[in-house]
């Protein structure tokens, strides 16, 4: 079965550390992952997409890698702020299939 | 551009009414999307259009859900009867590219809540 798990459900961390959010796939033959932050009632924001034959992205403070063979993809925030604080969802489009199917999301607590 | 438009934000009905959920996808993308989250089961993508065609409807629930694009600009939703159990919140999303161009990044409108009593 296809599926996205992201590890842990929930993180608190203080203001200005560096994390890591985890997300792992079943199945390395994957067209893409892409990465999404979710504040509560609202919709979702795209953060970065990673295309199968790339290992990472870079926007800002947020850094996403990709290890197919392993089946993993991290995302990286450096310097957190209280403002990240939000749920960040991972996503992946198996070639076998063709639809994004979404990870249960982590919900990150930034405090000041 | 405005991003993915959806209306209405919130809708409250009561159980056997008509829904009719609304989209005007990015202008210039080809593919639209429409998805349902709950608590329960997270995103599960419903439907999704190439070109104004429905391309995969494998995750529509029921036949009391149906999809429709009649143009580039404009898609919709419905649930008739409505139950209690489509109680979520529905998203549409539109991307310029789809599997062929390695799939395209999807951006998300800022859904519908929906309320079935």
């Known amino acids: 079965k296809q599926e996205v798990t992201q590890i842990p459900a929930a993180l608190s961390v203080p203001e200005g550390e560096n994390l890591v959010l985890n997300c792992s796939f079943t199945?390395?033959?994957?067209?893409?992952l892409q990465w999404f932050r979710q504040d509560p009632g609202k919709g979702l924001t795209s953060l970065l997409l990673?295309?199968?034959?790339?290992r990472e992205q870079t926007s800002g403070r947020l850094n996403a890698s990709l290890d197919k063979s392993s089946g993993r993809s991290t995302l990286y925030i450096a310097a957190s702020q209280p403002g990240d604080s939000a749920t960040y969802l991972c996503?992946?489009?198996?070639?076998?299939?063709?639809?994004?199917?979404f990870g249960q999301g982590t919900e990150l607590s930034v405090k000041p | 551009d405005a991003g993915v438009i959806q209306s209405p934000r919130h809708e409250v009905t009561e159980m056997g009414q008509e829904v009719t959920l609304r989209c005007k996808p990015i202008?210039?993308?080809?593919?639209l999307f429409w998805y349902r989250q709950t608590m329960m089961r997270g995103l599960e993508l419903l439907i999704y259009f190439n070109n104004n065609v429905p391309i995969d409807d494998s995750g529509m629930p029921e036949d009391r859900f149906s999809a429709k694009m009649p143009n580039a600009s404009f898609s919709t939703l419905k649930i008739q009867p409505s139950e209690p159990r489509d109680s979520a919140v529905y998203f549409c999303?539109?991307?310029?590219?789809?599997?062929?161009?390695?799939?395209?990044?999807?951006?998300f409108g800022p859904g519908t809540r929906l309320t079935v009593l």
């Open positions: 999303a539109s991307s310029l590219a789809g599997l062929a161009g390695g799939g395209g990044e999807q951006f």
């Open positions: 990673i295309q199968s034959s790339q």
């Open positions: 996503a992946v489009i198996y070639n076998q299939g063709g639809k994004l199917i």
């Open positions: 202008s210039g993308h080809d593919y």
């Open positions: 199945d390395s033959a994957i067209y893409n």
